[in-house]
């Protein structure tokens, strides 16, 4: 199935008069939504398709999410024969489709891990947060671990328990004050170290912090350390290579879980199945959503390791079962959906694709740098980032506006690019996640229309 621009005014016309008088949409301003709309009608591959006709490749596959691109129908009769079949029964009992999704993700993951099925990612590091505490209670009963430690411009979802672990303070803002044992350490960003020190001789101060914060606090009072390996949201942050080891050590050192964030890193993203893989460590919890489906259907997980999965095993008079419950979580239609994807991403290769293209986009943003407002371009596989500044130099961010209009230029070029949330300590930030499935045509024109726009801002 191939794309038609043939625009559709009367759903146009429905869509907004319904949505205007009755939907309340997340993070967009309504005065701004009554003045322009976009009305989804159809995608197919990484090109998405509004009511008017407009096409627009899209660089951010939706929320970084859509793997495998869109338009994908065997994903639909893949739903639907389930549904025929079971479409719901609680996941106190067993399905086939969701065993045949934890046996494939225990596997990308190198084995010894049980899987918990939830919606969304912000369900699956909430859930993290919950197994991590009940670890200790079930297996070390006379100590008193409850803290998780997050770093500074994570994002870790919106409920207020991962808002509280993550560190932007201008998204909790006006839900203050948050749920407590919530600690922050810096952010590893070597463009803009929170230290002020260079890579090189910097000896990993961001690591050195985690470790102090935990002697600061008594080991015995800090549950788990939650990173996401390449910080997305803060403008697709890469660590040092050592850093993610590091961090690994420090967690072993003082009895800590390490809860690794694969929300948008997993599944392809970053060139590898899973971001920690490029690190070599081996986290005891891990947060997967998006691409566990490609966003196909709303399903996400919470990955335990077996040394803790071990602590919940015992009689039913014991309760040291997990204790929590989800009405959808396992959804035997979602995770026959989620079965299908991986199984299309291991067909087509498309880990290894990321990787190459995501290394070919990069060699044609790098040629940005040309231009005096690109301060840095990194990433791996596709998650990928253009921080933009107003002097290389003193790496001034560039301010709202300016970014902004790099957004919208692109965008009337017909692509989609993102930003990372805001200037702070993160700088201003071009963000690209396209679909794995990228063609070389279309990573050229992501960057000639940013090249055309950053061209305009000097
Ligand atoms: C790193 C990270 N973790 C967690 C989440 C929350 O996922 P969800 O929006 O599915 O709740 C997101 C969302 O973008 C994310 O980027």
């Avoid at 891990?113 to 699956?124: D, I, K």
């Avoid at 890579?199 to 935990?214: H, P």
């Avoid at 690190?279 to 399903?299: L, N, Q, R």
């Avoid at 957004?407 to 396209?434: E, F, Q, W, Y």
């Amino acid at each position: 199935m191939s794309l038609t621009n043939t625009p559709d005014p009367e759903i146009r016309a429905r869509a907004v008069k319904q949505d205007l008088d009755n939907v309340l949409h997340p993070l967009v301003q309504h005065r701004a939504l009554e003045k322009s709309q976009t009305v989804i009608t159809g995608a197919h591959g990484s090109t998405i398709r509004d009511a008017d006709g407009t096409e627009l490749l899209d660089g951010m596959a939706g929320l970084w999410c859509v793997n495998i691109g869109y338009g994908r129908v065997e994903l639909a009769q893949v739903a639907a024969a389930q549904m025929e079949q079971i479409a719901y029964y609680p996941h106190t009992a067993m399905n086939l489709p969701a065993a045949t999704l934890a046996e494939q993700i225990n596997t990308l993951m190198g084995g010894g891990y049980h899987v918990y099925f939830v919606n969304s990612g912000s369900e699956a590091n909430e859930a993290g947060f919950k197994i991590a505490r009940q670890f200790y209670r079930n297996d070390r009963p006379t100590e008193r671990r409850s803290k998780t430690i997050g770093r500074y411009f994570a994002y870790h979802g919106t409920t207020l328990a991962t808002l509280a672990a993550g560190g932007q303070g201008d998204r909790k803002a006006k839900f203050e004050p948050m749920a407590g044992e919530f600690l922050h350490v810096a952010q590893p960003n070597c463009y803009r170290c929170p230290f002020g020190l260079e890579y090189g001789s910097c000896k990993l101060a961001c690591v050195k912090n985690i470790e102090n914060t935990i002697q600061g606090e008594g080991p015995e009072t800090v549950a788990e350390v939650i990173v996401e390996p390449i910080m997305s949201g803060l403008g697709v942050v890469v660590p040092p290579d050592e850093y993610l080891p590091e961090v690994e050590k420090v967690c072993r050192r003082y009895g800590v879980l390490l809860h690794v964030d694969e929300v948008i890193n997993g599944f392809g993203r970053t060139g590898k199945a899973f971001a920690h893989q490029h690190y070599g460590v081996k986290p005891d919890i891990i947060a997967v959503a998006k691409g566990i489906s490609s966003a196909y259907m709303p399903i996400a997980a919470t990955v335990v390791r077996n040394n803790v999965f071990d602590a919940f095993l015992g009689e039913a008079q014991d309760m040291r079962h997990i204790i929590q419950v989800n009405t959808y979580g396992g959804h035997p239609a979602a995770a026959a959906v989620a079965v299908r994807n991986i199984e299309i991403m291991e067909e087509e290769k498309l880990f290894d694709r990321s990787a190459e293209m995501g290394q070919y986009l990069m060699d044609g943003l790098k040629t940005l740098l040309r231009h005096k407002s690109v301060g840095d371009v990194r990433g791996k596989g596709l998650l990928l980032g253009v921080e933009l500044v107003k002097d290389k130099a003193t790496k001034e961010p560039v301010d709202n506006a300016t970014i902004q209009g790099v957004v919208d230029g692109c965008r009337k070029l017909g692509v989609i690019v993102g930003r990372s949330n805001g200037g702070r300590a993160g700088g201003m930030t071009i963000a690209l996640s396209p679909p794995l499935i990228i063609t070389r045509a279309e990573c050229d024109r992501i960057v000639d229309a940013l090249d055309r726009t950053i061209s305009a801002i000097g």
